[in-house]
């Protein structure tokens, strides 16, 4: 997805409406104003392999603004400047070089370890722990299952999903403990599954042309995103943690 400059215009210009985002969002602000309150006014907040920017627009939205971000792709950095966020170049396998000096209270990583192999992974984390102040915290949200890869993840370039055991591997060995974590969404996840199962069906017969896909990031219409992301809202009050879902949502802090 790095090259691929159309992928990153359909994010820019759904991902403040499609449900999906606005629910990962959410997710995000409400772990950041419960583990903070009133302890601080305006944390420091990096979202690392930001693409377009979407998330720090939306907490810029929600009143924080010590907000930057970072990404590889120059097609992502050009859009979120478009945005007139403080998003410059970096890479997360080369994470100390990114504004060495600067610490930060939270570090977001949304849908973009799947680029790292293992050992590439924890170093990330690693560093991602190196750069918090003290009190500091870490999201991420990342694909999870090998159940539900298709083709989506074709086109982002995903090559791999994860588990709860993969990351409680990863952030042992990283000094890091997950204090809160979550499959989502559960509740759309039987669809979900049958839809990728039917996609990898097509491609197995050869009905689908692997290098012409397009990803999931389209936006269904009003009421049928108005309907997914009540579904997935309520799923998030009724259900603090999830054991089956697309993706895996978690909090980290150092040990």
Same mark, same amino acid.
């Given at each position: 997805?790095?090259?691929?400059?159309?992928?990153?215009?359909?994010?820019?210009?759904?991902?403040?409406?499609?449900?999906?985002?606005?629910?990962?969002?959410?997710?995000?602000?409400? !772990?950041?104003? *419960?583990?903070?309150?009133?302890? +601080?006014?305006?944390?420091?907040?990096?979202?690392?392999?930001?693409?377009?920017?979407? @998330?720090?627009?939306?907490?810029? $939205?929600?009143?924080?603004?010590?907000?930057?971000?970072?990404?590889?792709?120059?097609?992502? #950095? =050009?859009?979120?400047?478009?945005?007139?966020?403080?998003?410059?170049?970096? =890479?997360?396998?080369?994470?100390?070089?990114?504004?060495?000096? !600067?610490?930060? =209270?939270?570090?977001?990583?949304?849908?973009?370890?799947?680029? @790292?192999?293992?050992h590439e992974i924890i170093n990330a984390l690693q560093n991602f722990k190196n750069r918090?102040?003290?009190?500091?915290?870490?999201?991420?949200?990342?694909?999870?299952?090998?159940?539900?890869?298709?083709?989506?993840?074709?086109?982002?370039?995903? &090559?791999?999903?994860?588990?709860? *055991?993969?990351?409680?591997?990863?952030?042992?060995?990283?000094?890091?403990?997950?204090?809160?974590?979550?499959?989502?969404?559960?509740?759309?996840?039987?669809?979900?599954?049958?839809?990728? &199962?039917?996609?990898?069906?097509?491609?197995?017969?050869?009905? #689908?042309?692997?290098? !012409?896909?397009?990803?999931?990031?389209?936006?269904?219409?009003? @009421?049928?995103?108005?309907?997914?992301?009540?579904?997935?809202?309520?799923?998030?009050?009724?259900? +603090? $943690?999830? %054991?089956?879902?697309?993706? @895996?949502?978690?909090?980290?802090? %150092? +040990?």
């Amino acid at each position: 997805m790095i090259d691929n400059r159309l992928e990153y215009q359909r994010m820019f210009e759904v991902e403040q409406q499609l449900w999906w985002y606005q629910v990962l969002h959410e997710r995000v602000l409400k !772990q950041i104003n *419960q583990h903070f309150k009133s302890q +601080k006014k305006d944390p420091a907040i990096l979202d690392a392999a930001c693409g377009t920017g979407g @998330l720090l627009s939306y907490l810029r $939205k929600n009143g924080f603004q010590n907000l930057s971000g970072f990404d590889y792709s120059q097609h992502a #950095i =050009d859009f979120a400047n478009e945005r007139d966020l403080n998003v410059t170049f970096g =890479d997360l396998k080369n994470m100390e070089s990114y504004s060495p000096s !600067q610490m930060f =209270d939270v570090i977001c990583c949304n849908d973009a370890l799947y680029f @790292l192999n293992d050992h590439e992974i924890i170093n990330a984390l690693q560093n991602f722990k190196n750069r918090l102040n003290p009190n500091g915290l870490i999201i991420i949200n990342i694909h999870a299952f090998e159940a539900f890869s298709g083709i989506h993840d074709l086109a982002v370039g995903s &090559q791999r999903r994860f588990t709860m *055991q993969d990351f409680n591997r990863y952030s042992n060995t990283a000094g890091l403990k997950i204090t809160y974590n979550t499959y989502w969404p559960f509740l759309l996840s039987l669809p979900i599954l049958a839809v990728r &199962q039917w996609q990898n069906y097509q491609i197995r017969r050869n009905a #689908i042309d692997v290098s !012409q896909v397009d990803s999931d990031v389209k936006y269904p219409g009003d @009421l049928i995103n108005s309907v997914l992301r009540a579904v997935t809202k309520t799923e998030a009050v009724l259900l +603090k $943690k999830a %054991p089956f879902g697309s993706s @895996l949502f978690m909090v980290l802090q %150092p +040990k």
